[in-house]
């Protein structure tokens, strides 16, 4: 139950990233997050005031801390997912584990093993399989997945470090009011009008707020909620360490709607860089005490 509920969260957020091109075409990347984040905040005061939970944080800094870099991520993420193929952005937010490996190495002053290591130099290189960095025409764009995945693992060790005891509404509150506060912060520092098409998704401050806009924003907020509370229930049926093997299911379920919607395809290099980013996390899951969740806030033991 505990692995069919993820794989269900996957399957979820894989197919709503996938409708990110139909806001990204016309839309804000400012405004995206500034209404979903909105949207979210609705259903999660639905689900306080039907009794399960609250919002309110026990260390509000603490929080406030670990939701500034889990944003950041995401502000990345969905950022990439205008203008590079959802293969590579979601495998290069799928490199965290290797962060959070080298982040517990360098400034908690954790000892890891030649497994972890060994996994660590194999997402590594299958990062680089599925970014294929050419130096004659170096794209800095394609390696910001990558600086989306370092964020995540910060934020991931915060949660364990900062936020033990959180509630999971609280945490993921957190995480949509800072997405919020960045989208609310750029709908007034970008210029009115920017580039056309996806490629000013970023650019642009607000785009046409019609009933269409509106729509695919409130699927992406429901699904990314839907996902994400899948994904929580299933790591507490479930033990943590065998549960995050399965998250890894994303890069299968996004690389498929992909295809099924876009036509969108990744070569058979960029394949086989994804199973070395998939077999290097699981190594670290199984060969770790505390894995990380890749995807939503963590749930605290």
């Not at 997050?33 to 944080?57: D, N, P, Q």
């Not at 099924?260 to 960029?270: C, D, Y």
Request: one cysteine or more.
């Amino acid at each position: 139950m505990a692995a069919l509920c993820v794989l269900g969260g996957m399957a979820t957020l894989g197919l709503t990233d996938n409708f990110v091109p139909y806001i990204s075409e016309r839309g804000s990347l400012w405004q995206f997050h500034m209404l979903r984040s909105i949207m979210a905040f609705g259903v999660l005061g639905l689900i306080v005031a039907m009794g399960f939970g609250t919002l309110r944080a026990k260390r509000p800094i603490a929080v406030i801390g670990r939701s500034l870099f889990q944003a950041g991520a995401m502000l990345i993420y969905f950022g990439c997912l205008s203008v590079l193929p959802i293969g590579v952005v979601v495998a290069g937010l799928f490199t965290s584990p290797l962060f959070v490996v080298l982040i517990s190495i360098l400034f908690q002053g954790k000892t890891v093993g030649v497994f972890r290591w060994a996994a660590v130099g194999l997402g590594f290189i299958g990062a680089l399989m599925v970014i294929r960095p050419d130096p004659a025409a170096l794209n800095l764009v394609s390696f910001l997945p990558i600086v989306a995945g370092l964020l995540y693992a910060v934020g991931a060790v915060a949660t364990r470090a900062w936020c033990e005891g959180e509630g999971t509404l609280t945490l993921t509150a957190g995480f949509f009011a800072m997405l919020g506060f960045f989208g609310a912060i750029g709908v007034l520092v970008m210029p009115d009008s920017g580039a056309t098409g996806h490629a000013g998704f970023v650019m642009r401050s607000w785009g046409p707020l019609d009933a269409s806009m509106l729509f695919w924003i409130a699927v992406q907020a429901l699904g990314s909620l839907l996902g994400i509370g899948l994904v929580f229930r299933g790591y507490q049926l479930g033990e943590a360490s065998h549960v995050a093997v399965f998250e890894y299911s994303l890069l299968v379920f996004a690389s498929f709607w992909a295809w099924a919607l876009w036509n969108e395809t990744v070569p058979a290099f960029g394949l086989a860089g994804m199973a070395l980013i998939a077999a290097a996390g699981i190594i670290i899951a199984l060969r770790s005490n505390t894995p990380v969740h890749l995807r939503g806030p963590n749930v605290p033991e």
